[in-house]
């Protein structure tokens, strides 16, 4: 049973940083592609950044530059980050880690998910 647990989440202040991580367990093929998604106040849920265990990579345009993913596999576990600089007050969302064992669109049509954490950026 694939489950994704994430934590890190909190208040900052604009322009500061944050890193929350996203905790996998399960079967390691249903983790080949994992990203990182956010859902704001009645907004819908969008992507934010990917990654795929041969190393490619994809962000929104509205994080690039400032947010770095990651994933980490050691001792048959698998967590992911996402490193968050120069935040902003539009930042503020629950962000969801999310996974499948494919590739394809990084950005969509993912079989797994957390249940988020907030992530709240004051002005």
């Known amino acids: 049973q694939v489950q994704l647990v994430e934590s890190g989440g909190g208040l900052v202040q604009a322009g500061g940083s944050l890193r929350v991580s996203c905790a996998a367990s399960?079967?390691?093929?249903?983790?080949?592609?994992m990203g990182w998604f956010r859902q704001a106040p009645g907004k819908e849920r969008e992507f934010v950044a990917a990654c795929t265990r041969g190393g490619d990579s994809n962000y929104a345009d509205s994080v690039k530059g400032r947010f770095t993913i990651s994933r980490d596999s050691a001792n048959a576990k698998i967590t992911l980050y996402l490193q968050m600089n120069s935040l902003k007050p539009e930042d503020t969302a629950v962000y969801f880690c999310?996974?499948?064992?494919?590739?394809?669109?990084?950005?969509?049509?993912?079989?797994?998910w957390g249940r988020g954490t907030q992530v709240t950026v004051s002005s």
């Open positions: 999310a996974a499948k064992p494919y590739t394809g669109v990084l950005s969509s049509a993912y079989n797994f």
């Open positions: 399960g079967p390691m093929f249903s983790f080949y592609a």
